[in-house]
């Protein structure tokens, strides 16, 4: 029970590594608050948890918009009284080269960029009132390395790196720690769109996406919510301002 009695808000829920990472917090003790802007796969989740015997509820929000992000955080407060952890997860996957429009950058940036940080400062507002929290922002691979026709999503993984490191700093004196996972291969819905596209098959899949990664392999989205889960509990105590690459290998050659 890492999370026992610990509220914690994930983005991106209704599938993937948000759902995984709602499902498995919920599994160690915390109050999940899901969101989503698919409003029937994030009921499905929620409901799931709650079959379990676990608490969470749903809450529909696009969080490329700061009103609803600030809505996000006062359904959480109202559901649960609190809030103790932010997993920044949702996001647009919108792979352009340099040719990419204005409104490309607008939708790719809005979401993974600028959601992240309205959600990281009103959640912060909450965690002072509790003496500190964490904050999980999921990063990428891509975050760090050149990949073909990705100029607008890396760059905004990129940020999201940055962003992490230099809120952990501004931060610190709250007792808020921030840190940022970087996935490789996750098998989530995006990733099997791409691959059946492509006529690829899981394995397929995980050996053509993730040609550098050594494990050659799709990982399970739980692969993903468990290094989520260290960076939320009093296990990562000392961890702020980190990325921690989940990547099969892929940032190692």
């Given at each position: 029970m890492r999370l026992k009695d610990k509220v914690a808000i994930?983005?991106?829920?209704?599938?993937?590594?948000?759902?995984?990472?709602a499902t498995l917090f919920a599994e160690e003790g915390a109050s999940v608050l899901l969101t989503d802007v698919n409003a029937v796969g994030g009921e499905e989740a929620?409901?799931?948890i709650r079959d379990k015997g676990g608490k969470a509820v749903f809450h529909k929000a696009n969080v490329s918009q700061q009103v609803?992000?600030?809505?996000?955080?006062?359904?959480?407060?109202?559901?649960?009284?609190?809030?103790?952890?932010?997993?920044?997860?949702?996001?647009?996957?919108?792979?352009?080269?340099?040719?990419?429009?204005?409104?490309?950058?607008?939708?790719v940036m809005a979401t993974n960029v600028f959601g992240y940080s309205?959600?990281?400062?009103?959640?912060?507002?909450?965690?002072?009132?509790?003496?500190?929290?964490?904050?999980?922002?999921v990063g990428?691979?891509?975050?760090?390395?050149?990949?073909?026709?990705?100029?607008?999503?890396?760059?905004?993984?990129?940020?999201?790196?940055?962003m992490t490191r230099c809120a952990a700093l501004d931060l610190s004196e709250d007792n808020i720690r921030v840190n940022c996972v970087c996935p490789g291969v996750i098998w989530t819905a995006e990733v099997e769109?791409?691959?059946?596209?492509?006529?690829?098959?899981?394995?397929?899949?995980?050996?053509?996406?993730?040609?550098?990664?050594?494990?050659?392999r799709a990982a399970d989205s739980r692969?993903?919510?468990?290094?989520?889960l260290f960076l939320a509990s009093e296990e990562s105590s000392f961890c702020t301002g980190i990325a921690l690459f989940v990547d099969g290998g892929?940032?190692?050659m």
């Open positions: 994930v983005t991106g829920a209704a599938s993937g590594i948000g759902r995984a990472t929620a409901q799931a609803e992000c600030e809505g996000v955080v006062k359904a959480c407060v109202a559901a649960f009284g609190r809030v103790n952890t932010l997993v920044n997860n949702a996001g647009v996957f919108i792979l352009r080269g340099v040719e990419a429009t204005p409104e490309d950058w607008q939708a309205y959600l990281m400062n009103f959640a912060a507002e909450e965690m002072r009132k509790q003496g500190g929290g964490t904050v999980v922002n990428s691979v891509s975050s760090v390395i050149a990949q073909t026709k990705r100029v607008t999503y890396n760059a905004s993984k990129g940020a999201v790196l940055q769109r791409m691959a059946q596209e492509g006529g690829l098959t899981r394995e397929e899949a995980g050996i053509e996406f993730g040609s550098r990664q050594i494990m050659k692969e993903v919510a468990y290094p989520i892929w940032t190692a």
